[in-house]
């Protein structure tokens, strides 16, 4: 279409032939337009649209092969390429052929870059701003919206000079907001999100952060339109401008401070409410954005749920404490559990293990019981995730289910039957054999705090903890020890990304799991409803691998080929404090997980550790690192494995 000449030939006898150049290549060709024709064309209502769409080809094609052509020709009158640009702006507000229409804003954009003059930016923004003023426009002014945002995506310095020194321009904006029409909404609320930085990829700086009071009454505005958003185009947009919106701590504070109007979360939203006891849910507690959030999560759309799920964790890393109630108060964990369970998206599971993650510190989590509910909808996720193949997904799983783990209260089991501990046992396993060595870290870490006390089920599972043992043992193994100088070894230095130190890092988390694998077994040693199996025949010929002894010698024997020469090894090179305690606290713990039936074998071990010179080994470590008052942790330990060993 480049090669069209712009002339009308019934108009163009009468212009002058200084607004007439053949615009292209200097070797020749090119296109041959006349600034006066396109005007006189553009205004004329008797030439088709097909026409001008023809002409506005030949111009957008001239402005791309020839740059700085067309600008020379209307800047030889300043007042002609006034009215170039008022009559290409008339084409926005009068013709109706989308593909015209789009031709009209190709070339005003082409043209205002080539033309890089202020004048006709504060010309056109006064036009618009005229329109804005005439209440009479509406639908109208739809192609003027776009066009606009297409400006401001354009100009990068646009979007300043608006929110510096057109605040009555922005306040127009945000008036035309309330239009009915969903479309003329939906390209408001994308010229929005350009305004605001929303196309950089820099958060919204402050200096794109409109004043406070047009900014509050901006957010007043999204969240209602949310709320009632008929089409998916509008709710996109919307979401668009929110997203950009809670980046800003004052945007936050104004959105969360937004209430639904008391018929609303009745009739709509709140399904469960009249389930639940008022006192635990104050009405100040029943913000909008939650509730809105909420409705995002349930619909079928996968991307309004990560959109949704990006807004959750943006709102609640400005200040957990503050905004993690309202969102727990309207159940959010309990729908966020739901679709973690129903989905396999990548990019969907990550974004709702980060919202759990930040909710799941907060008391009110444990004391509504979402873990209790959440858990097994967890476990079933991180089954499917450790078969997906982005790591950090399966990382965040973990990492949430460790989080979990830690916090839940101990008077609330988590597990309280077989079934559901053997099933996290499984996924904690698929996490230690993970081929990523950070993955298994995190498994490792999660299968320490899993070796509780109060997470075990009634009756213990012991052949599935045995399993774990395993599993955190046999990885050890395949570590690579062997290969790496003295200093290599130091959990605290070096490079955390670097194998040798992911290596270490893995290692003494291993130590923890042992130890904390010894300590359960020493506790159900004590417990005389822990120690057997109640509700399994006597005459069951698989009792003996499910029970409490046949857990304590796999610790025996993860001790003797594991434990003993790897942490021998690689605490020749470089003894580290946290490693010894561990393996010293696991020492000690074999010497006491024996039954008297065993003594046997347990005197072999201690004759076995006494020749191998692990005497001499301890005092070394204890003299080495404690002296001072250093280390008093692993001095206990030291002096504890002695003490046993002499006995």
Known sequence: MASVDVVYDKFHFRHDPKWTGRLGPQDGGGVLLCVACVIEMMESK?????RKCVALSGISGALICSPGALGALLQQDHRVCLHFTASLLGMLRTMKDPAALEQVIQVLVQLLLELKSDRYVHHILEDIQTQLCDHRCGQSLLPTFTFLGKMVEALPDLAVLLLAQYVPFLEGLCSALLHPDPGLKASLFYLWHVLLGGTSPAAMPAALSPPPALRDRLCSTLLQTLTDACTPELT????GLLKQLVQSREAVSCLMNSQAAPPRPEQNLSNTRDTQDP???PSPEQRLLPLILKKLLLSGDELLQVASAHCMVAVLVHSPSQYCP????????????????STRSEVLLWSLYNCLLLLCKDPLFYSHCHSV???EALVRSLKEALRLTNLEVQNHGLLLLTEILDRQPEGVRLFPSGPGFEAVCEAVVSGVSAPCLLVALQAASAGSSLLRLHHQSRPVQFRSIEKLIKAVSNRCTDLPLDSHPRSAWSVKSGDPSSRVSRSGAFLLQALIC???ACRLA??????PLLKENVFMAPTNQNAAGDSLQSMCVCLLHCCDTVCIPTVTRVCERAPNVQMLQSFYLILTSQFTLLTPAMSPVMNLFASKLASSGFYRLALEHKALLCVGNRNPALEESCCGFILKLSM
């Open 373 to 375: 509910y959440g858990i």
């Open 522 to 527: 020493e506790q159900c040693l004590s417990d």
């Open 46 to 50: 008797e030439i088709s649209s097909v």
């Open 236 to 239: 996109l947009n919307c979401l």
């Open 326 to 341: 309202p969102f727990i108060l309207a159940d959010l964990p309990e729908f966020l559990f739901e679709r973690v369970s």
């Open 514 to 516: 042992i130890q904390a």
């Open 279 to 281: 006192e635990t849910e």
